[in-house]
C-alpha cells in the first residue's frame, strides 16, 4: 500500500522560509509524476507545482513563480518544495500528490496518491 507523509509545515513570519518533504513509501515513485497541492480555509484546492518522471520539467502557479522550487530525490523516495518570501496569502494546509505516470496530469483527479497535508501558516 502506497504511503505519502508530508513534513516541514509550521508558523512562520511573512518574508521566511519553509522547506516540505513528501516522503513516500510502498512503492518507488521514480518515474512518476508528483505535485503540491494547497488547500486554504473556504477556498477549493489548488495546483502549487508539479514535476514529471524525470525531475527535469516543473511547473508553478502564477502565486508562488520565484518564489517556490519543487524537487525530488529518487534515491530517498522524497519530494520537497522550498518556500521562499512567504506570505500571509501562503497560508494552507499542503498536500503532496503522486501519479502512476511519467508526464504530469492536466487535473489534480490525475493524481492516484495523497498525503494526509501538513499545515503552513505565514504570519503578517
Known amino acids: 500500500q502506497v504511503q505519502l507523509v508530508e513534513s516541514g509545515g509550521g508558523l512562520v513570519q511573512a518574508g521566511g522560509s519553509l522547506r516540505l518533504s513528501c516522503a513516500a513509501s510502498g512503492r518507488t515513485f521514480s518515474s512518476y509524476a508528483m505535485g503540491w497541492f494547497r488547500q486554504a480555509p473556504g477556498r477549493e484546492r489548488e495546483r502549487v507545482a508539479t514535476i514529471n518522471g524525470s525531475g527535469r520539467t516543473t511547473d508553478y502557479a502564477d502565486s508562488v513563480k520565484g518564489r517556490f522550487t519543487i524537487s525530488r530525490d529518487d534515491a530517498k523516495n522524497t519530494m520537497y518544495l522550498q518556500m521562499n518570501n512567504l506570505r500571509p496569502e501562503d497560508t494552507a494546509v499542503y498536500y503532496c500528490?503522486?501519479?502512476?505516470?511519467?508526464?504530469?496530469?492536466?487535473?489534480?483527479?490525475?493524481?492516484?496518491?495523497w498525503g494526509q497535508g501538513t499545515q503552513v501558516t505565514v504570519s503578517s
Open positions: 500528490a503522486l501519479t502512476t505516470v511519467y508526464l504530469t496530469p492536466a487535473q489534480a483527479s490525475g493524481y492516484k496518491y
